[in-house]
């Protein structure tokens, strides 16, 4: 590596570089199961060190093996997407910057926080809906490369739709802007006879020929964040070929994303909360049901060992909140702990309504609690603004880092913690799934976006220990084939990265799957951008890279 980082410095990169045993042991892990030691990481200051860095990699392909390129914004991914073997590139330390807000339109470097990128859209009165429960860790450019969604993704959809232009530094080394195409663009770099020209020629060959395919294979769920986002692509009808719906939840395998140009919303003024508390869950799918045909703004849940957790951790909260919002949160919950005294529920609901008026909102939030009235729930609590709401959001929101961050003895396992299935299904699904969790005795928390039919079924587990681990594959495949047999997809929006990557072919078939290989060699023949992630993973890689120090 010595004879890299000495090229690199030689040809101008003007960033850090580090290979030190701290740094090394850091970018090691991200949030899934996984640990992949890097041999450096670097830290580019602009999009010239980006094509520096892909060009010594180019470079010394030969000399030094498996040389290759894992990019990482905040490192929050669940699927190991952001750890690699080789070099890690960090775009947080100073790819950072918002450029502008103009318009309803950002320009913002990958590496800024949400949180930090929120502040400035909402001081203009604007919002990225698809903000992820991770939203006070995670960086706008992992969740591009994620396809990110959150709470509300059930009434504004995913990052995807919110993607409008992107900068980005291909394997040729060189930056190129991804976007929108009408056919005579499309026609003008297919002409081209470079690099770029023969992406475009090649992809939109494969589109074309596979187009029914490809558009029939499309996950008919309402958020799917597998594969690669082929339908997206090309539209013969509109005549459109988007290359940045691809680049979108392609987990930096296709290339490396520099700038990103963002379409914003403006968000509903008002917004108001049925919070359900639900002792039994027989009727949970009949429920989801009812509450969608009012069309929520959001609609979202967590199960009784999360509040538990929560409960039990309350100081965590001050982490996020600092102390004032810590006592708000304990005087809000005052209220609360009466019906909590009376046995803890298994399931709680957030019902979100949004509207232009506090009264319009208040009308939708009373309406949906009279039609939940049949159901017999334990209790039901209306909350007419967001400001009363947010205390049950919180703990949702939080729930996977409280169990990262406090459950000592036992840790995270996110392996099933990101299915989809159509919500019509889920009377008869989540019965179900929860037959398997009690199967092989895993102490899992459920929480997730009910309203989309996605669900984040985390367990606790003693992953060093042998028997526990054994439980991961014949676990997967029972989940796993129950949601394909409902038409569902294996992830909404964590991604295939280590864990699902080698799953692709049950969900997709082997033609599907080839496809997306091809679109693979297409952007990245020699396979330098963030291998074993995705269509290059396997089962055998990704198990003997289990997480070992915690
Ligand atoms: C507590 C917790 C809760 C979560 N809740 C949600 C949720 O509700 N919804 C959700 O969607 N996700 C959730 N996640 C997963 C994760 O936070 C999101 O996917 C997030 O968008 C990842 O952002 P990041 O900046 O941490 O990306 P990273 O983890 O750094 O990277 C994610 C992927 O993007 C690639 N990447 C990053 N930057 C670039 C770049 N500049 N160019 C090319 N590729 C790049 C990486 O290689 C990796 O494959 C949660 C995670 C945690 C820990």
Known sequence: MEQFVGGLKSAGFEGEVDASPQTLDFYSHDASLFELRPQLVVFPKNMSDLSRLVNAVNQNRDSIPNLNITARSAGTCMSGGAIGESIVVDFTKHLNQLEHIEDFRAQVQPGMLYREFEKATLARGLLLPTFPASRELASVGGMVANSAGGEKSLEYGKTARYVKRLDVVLADGRNYILKPLNRQELERKKNQRDFEGDIYRKLHELLETHYDAIKAAKPKVSKNSTGYNLWDVWDRTTGIFDLTQLFVGSQGTLGLIGDIHFRLIRDKPHSGVLTVFMKNIDQLGEIINTVLEDKPASFEAFDNHTLMLSMKFFPYFRKTLGWKGLIRLGFQLLPDALILLKGIPKMVLLIEFTGNTAEEVAQKVHAMRLKLEPFKLEAMEEDSTEAKAWKFRIM???????????????????????????????????????????????????????????????????????????????????????????????????????????????????????????????????????????????????????????
Do not use: C
């Open 396 to 550: 949702r929101r939080e729930s996977f880092n409280l169990l990262r961050k406090k459950v000592k003895d036992k840790h995270t396992a996110p392996f099933i913690d990101d299915l989809v299935v159509p919500p019509p299904h889920l009377p008869e699904f989540l019965p179900k799934l929860r037959d398997i969790v009690k199967k092989y005795d895993l102490l899992a928390t459920l929480a997730g976006h009910m309203g989309d039919g996605n669900f984040h079924v985390i367990p606790l587990m003693k992953i060093e220990d042998p028997a526990e681990r054994a439980k991961l594959a014949p676990a997967m495949k029972e989940v796993n084939d129950l949601v394909l047999s409902y038409g569902g997809s294996l992830s909404g929006e964590h991604n295939d990265g280590m864990i699902r990557g080698p799953w692709l072919e049950a969900m997709y078939g082997k033609e599907t799957v080839e496809l997306f290989r091809h679109t693979k060699r297409i952007f990245d023949p020699n396979n330098i951008f963030n291998p074993h992630k995705k269509t290059d993973s396997s089962w055998e890689f990704s198990m003997s890279h289990i997480r070992q120090s915690f």
